[in-house]
């Protein structure tokens, strides 16, 4: 099995010395640096940029400088996709998003994660576990969302939440551990 599919797998993998994914980050930084430094009203630009980083088409999209992430092509958006500035995408993994998502600043998406055991963890070994939000999602600002957790459709995250376990549909959560505080 090679480091990627390790990765993909969500096994533990090399992410450090392997050159095929050490390489496949730095294009992604590089695309992420273009998109970050283009005029504010060059929308087709933006456009092209993007989706050279997702390896995919998109339709109607907005993400306001600066946005970050680590591959790109494991990302994908719905239709109508809107985050506010400084979105950070760790996407060792899938990282997939419903249509009609509205993300506020500073809000982080990490499919990665490190070993408790610190023998591995020095070794530069990591894991990566998908993340997926649903339709019609709403989540405030400096929120983060952490491996392998799915947040489910008509969900309001409130501002500042540690999304650490699955949120069910139709509810409003927030807190650190983020928890459902009422079903809408």
Not at 73 to 92: K, P, R, T, W
Not at 155 to 162: E, P, Y
Request: net charge neutral; with cysteine; hydrophobic share 35%.
């Amino acid at each position: 099995m090679t480091e990627e599919e390790k990765m993909l797998a969500g096994k533990l993998y090399d992410a450090n010395y392997n050159q095929n994914l050490l390489e496949k980050r730095i294009i992604a930084k590089e695309l992420c640096k273009k998109y970050n430094e283009l005029h504010v009203r060059d929308f087709i630009g933006k456009k092209e940029v993007m989706e050279k980083l997702l390896q995919k088409g998109l339709k109607q999209f907005t993400i306001e400088p600066n946005f970050f992430c680590d591959y790109g092509f494991n990302i994908s958006f719905g239709e109508n996709f809107y985050s506010n500035h400084n979105l950070v995408i760790l996407d060792a993994n899938k990282v997939e998003f419903g249509d009609n998502v509205f993300i506020g600043p500073n809000c982080g998406f990490y499919t990665s994660g490190h070993p408790i055991d610190f023998k591995e963890r020095n070794k530069g070994l990591e894991y990566a576990k998908p993340i997926k939000v649903g339709n019609n999602v709403w989540i405030g600002g400096n929120v983060c969302v952490m491996p392998g957790v799915t947040i489910g459709s008509n969900v309001v995250i409130g501002a500042g939440s540690v999304v650490t376990k699955n949120i069910p549909d139709n509810c409003i959560a927030f807190g650190n551990p983020c928890k459902v505080e009422r079903f809408i």
